[in-house]
Nanobody, 124 residues
Framework: QLQFVESGGGLVQPGGSLRLSCVAS????????VGWFRQAPGKEREGVSCITTSGGSINAKDSVKDRFTISRDNAKKTVYLQMNSLKPEDTAVYYC?????????????????WGQGTQVTVSS
């Protein structure tokens, strides 16, 4: 299975920024689209943003448009999520996975396992 390790979360005040990292474990990242997902307490996991193999990005949620930026560095086997102007409603555990993109939605492929995620808490 394809596995990623997420990091970079933490506690931040509203309006602050964080950069999350997602490192591919033991496979060639070049061949895969990658998506960031999040799961807030009591809610279903949802796609946030995804990036194609060629670097094209899609924001799966309108609420993160102009605030979150996804990028990738294949040499480092890493996908990043730069999150600016954070809001309390962004509080969630953030995960990444290999995806296909269907009608602007990030859909995890079955061979991509969920990792531990990284907790993001936005609170004053």
């Amino acid at each position: 299975q394809l596995q990623f390790v997420e990091s970079g979360g933490g506690l931040v005040q509203p309006g602050g920024s964080l950069r999350l990292s997602c490192v591919a474990s033991e496979f060639n990242l070049d061949y895969y689209n990658v998506g960031w997902f999040r799961q807030a307490p009591g809610k279903e996991r949802e796609g946030v943003s995804c990036i194609t193999t060629s670097g094209g990005s899609i924001n799966a949620k309108d609420s993160v448009k102009d605030r979150f930026t996804i990028s990738r560095d294949n040499a480092k086997k890493t996908v990043y999520l730069q999150m600016n102007s954070l809001k309390p409603e962004d509080t969630a555990v953030y995960y990444c996975a290999a995806v296909i993109i269907v009608q602007r939605k990030c859909v995890r492929i079955s061979s991509s396992a969920w990792g531990q995620g990284t907790q993001v808490t936005v609170s004053s």
